[in-house]
């Protein structure tokens, strides 16, 4: 069972930057797949960005791609989401999550273990 736990969120301006961390416990985080995903109020859920176990595969949402960044560090059981260019669109509850499966999946269906989330607000 792995337990996952957001940080870093935070009120920014729009053009500003933030990092997000994701520590891990309770498992081997190096075999398991992360993603981040988020939450606008009145929306569902939608993938952000994801990295392979070993961290040379990712793949990222259009909406992000160019501004944000996954990366991990499987030494310290944290995986990280920097956020630059920061859009009021960006607005939301940022979640991780970890899977076991191969390659790097993109839909919440293929996620096992969800982190409570974090709040990112973008203030124009």
């Known amino acids: 069972q792995v337990q996952l736990v957001e940080s870093g969120g935070g009120l920014v301006q729009a053009g500003g930057s933030l990092r997000l961390s994701c520590a891990a416990s309770?498992?081997?985080?190096?075999?398991?797949?992360m993603g981040w995903f988020r939450q606008a109020p009145g929306e569902e859920r939608e993938f952000v960005a994801a990295i392979s176990r070993n961290g040379f595969s990712t793949d990222y949402a259009d909406s992000v791609k160019g501004r944000f960044t996954i990366s991990r560090d499987n030494a310290k059981n944290t995986g990280y989401l920097h956020m630059d260019s920061l859009k009021l669109e960006d607005t939301a509850v940022y979640y991780c999550?970890?899977?076991?499966?191969?390659?790097?999946?993109?839909?919440?269906?293929?996620?096992?273990?969800w982190g409570q989330g974090t709040q990112v607000t973008v203030s124009s």
């Open positions: 309770g498992g081997t985080f190096s075999s398991n797949v």
């Open positions: 999550a970890a899977a076991a499966p191969m390659g790097v999946p993109t839909k919440e269906s293929q996620y096992d273990y």
